[in-house]
């Protein structure tokens, strides 16, 4: 297994080929060498995104600040589509937004843990758009939506403090799209929430 100990995460959009030829849209966060030319992405096995680069091998990475996209897709809820267009010949569909993509194959894979580590070369590349910048509130958005998929690993106390910081910031940073992401984050939490709860009440 190649070694990724000193290269940065990177948050973004990765587009596989389900077996149906549809394209599956997730956010994920692979380590990244730099330049850009090898993935280490770490999919659990339940996944669909597992199964498709099990299956196919091939992918497309996206550096997007669309953190409206971002937020729904983590937490399963894209109420639509993203706009795709073709990828390289023999690829899935990539975004047609997107500041850039990188098309990727799977050199090996590490079954031996619930989250497979899957080392990928970069094959093509191409730039869509200018990145807007830095900006707190999307930054914020990112964490809270990780932060959401990570609800079984931590305390309500600790989910909640955090989110309230971290509305303090979107509150004071952001504009529309940020606080359209926010709300419906806050709004998946508040469901799982409920949910959790009545789970407790049915099972006392």
């Given amino acids: 297994m190649a070694d990724f100990h000193d290269c940065p ?12 030829g549809s394209t599956h849209v997730a956010a994920m966060g ?19 995104t597992y199964q498709n680069l099990s299956r196919a091998k091939r992918g497309i990475l996206h550096v997007t600040d669309d953190v409206l996209l971002i937020a729904r ?14 990828g390289p010949e023999g690829y899935p569909e ?21 989250r497979t580590e899957m080392v990928c070369r970069v094959t093509d590349e191409g730039r869509v758009c200018d990145f807007f910048g830095f900006h707190r509130a999307r930054h914020a958005v990112i ?18 403090d955090h989110y ?32 959790q709860d009545t789970r407790t009440m049915l099972d006392s």
């Fill in 143 to 160: 964490e809270a939506a990780i932060l959401a998929t990570r609800l079984h690993l931590m305390s309500v106390e600790t989910v909640l």
């Fill in 164 to 195: 309230a910081e971290y509305a303090t910031i979107v509150d004071k940073t952001a504009g529309g799209a940020e606080r359209q992401a926010f709300a419906e984050l806050q709004e998946f939490l508040n469901d799982q929430m409920s949910e």
């Fill in 73 to 86: 897709a983590a937490i399963g809820r894209l109420k639509d589509p993203p706009q795709l267009v073709p």
């Fill in 30 to 48: 692979p380590k990244v060498d730099w330049p850009i030319t090898r993935l280490l992405l770490r999919p659990y096995q339940s996944s669909q």
């Fill in 9 to 20: 995460l990177l948050e973004g959009v990765v587009t596989t080929s389900n077996e149906d």
């Fill in 94 to 114: 990539r975004l047609a937004e997107c500041v850039r993509w990188y098309a990727f194959e799977v050199d090996s894979l590490d079954d031996s843990n619930s």
